[in-house]
């Protein structure tokens, strides 16, 4: 028996429901950014799930914001125009015309197939970009040779405030400018970081296509399913997370120091793992708090 032929029977569907009542109840009305990537958003059937699950939170009264990239649409665009897609210490190298095809690709295809898709569930969904009431406000990286690759210099949330209290959910991509209105590409966990620490959100969940931050990567057993901000430091400076999940582990710690609840590291290839981990009390992936939180 494959998994959709699964049946559960009506008495079961309303005992998860009044389980899950204690989590509804102590997450209503918070906060909750949510970095959407990795195969989550590449998968038709996880795609729908994800979304389905976002308005599921919304409508219990969580206060969900969605921010997501978009590398995989930006180099098939690159490649139907010509364009060689080019990195450097694993950034993109942004020139003028890889610029335009990034803010056409998040802004105007990536960005609204989301909306649209929340939109089909059930939720109310806006699309934005940092450029949005100068909602990210960007600087250049130190790195010149890479072209238009930005960080995040300042963050106002009072349009994305606005827009939640109104019962929206926000869905922003991570295209910003600066203070001139050059536009810049800003990586998308390093936006969410920002945007969660200034709405003092409860969590930041950053899904990806790993199941979380392990010992040994090699193991599946050593799954680390809770952390503090030490805790993390340590495990990048001796090494034990290295490559690609540096960033990520640093985007969770910077958000923590500036007062997120807690952030989550989530495998975005399991089925409804965004409730799994809000509406369980056990959840998946790996968590980093600040220290003494329950």
Partial sequence: MNQSELQIGDADRVQIL??????IQKFAGRTVVIKYGGAAMKESILKDTVIRDIVFLSCVGVRPIIVHGGGPEINSWLDKLGIEPQF???????????????EMVLVGRVNKEIVSLINQAGGLAVGLCGKDGNLVTARQVGKKDIGFVGEVSSVDTRLVESLIKG????VISSVA???????????ADTVAGEIAAALGAEKLIL???TAGIFRDFQDP?????????????ELINTGIVSGGMIPKVNCCVRSLAQ??????????RLPHSLLLEILTDRGIGSMIVASGYS
Avoid at 18 to 23: I, M, R, V
Avoid at 260 to 268: C, E, N, P, R, T
């Fill in 259 to 268: 007062g997120v609840k807690a952030a989550h590291i989530l495998d975005g």
């Fill in 177 to 187: 400018a600066d203070e001139t209105g050059q536009a810049y590409n800003i990586n």
């Fill in 207 to 209: 899904l990806t296509d």
């Fill in 88 to 102: 450097k210490n694993g950034l993109r190298v942004t020139d003028e015309a890889t610029m335009d095809v990034v």
């Fill in 167 to 170: 019962g929206y959910i926000p």
């Fill in 221 to 233: 057993s050593t799954l680390i399913n809770k952390l503090d901000i030490q805790q993390a430091r």
């Fill in 18 to 23: 009044s389980e899950a009542l204690p989590y």
